[in-house]
Nanobody, 124 residues
């Protein structure tokens, strides 16, 4: 089992920045690909970014490229999402997820473990 706990969400003005963290415990964190998803009210869960176990591969949703950066520190069992130039449309609950197969996957159903989410609200 893997437990994931997100933190770092909050209220920020448009154009501002936030850094989300996801702390993992349980099985070997460095074996997993880690991803961030988000879900706005009334919408489906949406892929944001993914990073391979080594950190050598990353992939972003088109609307996040150039604004968001995913990274990880395997020594700290933590994955991060740096979010810059935030827009009101970025308002959502942000979830981290772990994939035991270390693939670059975009679908929520392909992930094995999920955190409880952290709320990000961007005001205009």
């Amino acid at each position: 089992q893997v437990q994931l706990v997100e933190s770092g969400g909050g209220l920020v003005q448009a154009g501002g920045s936030l850094r989300l963290s996801c702390a993992a415990s349980g099985r070997t964190f460095s074996s997993y690909a880690m991803a961030w998803f988000r879900q706005a009210p009334g919408k489906e869960r949406e892929f944001v970014a993914v990073i391979s176990w080594s950190g050598g591969r990353t992939y972003y949703a088109d609307s996040m490229k150039g604004r968001f950066t995913i990274s990880r520190d395997n020594a700290k069992n933590t994955v991060y999402l740096q979010m810059n130039s935030l827009k009101p449309d970025d308002t959502a609950v942000y979830y981290c997820a772990a994939d035991m197969t270390d693939g670059i996957k975009l679908g929520p159903v392909e992930y094995d473990y999920w955190g409880q989410g952290t709320q990000v609200t961007v005001s205009s």
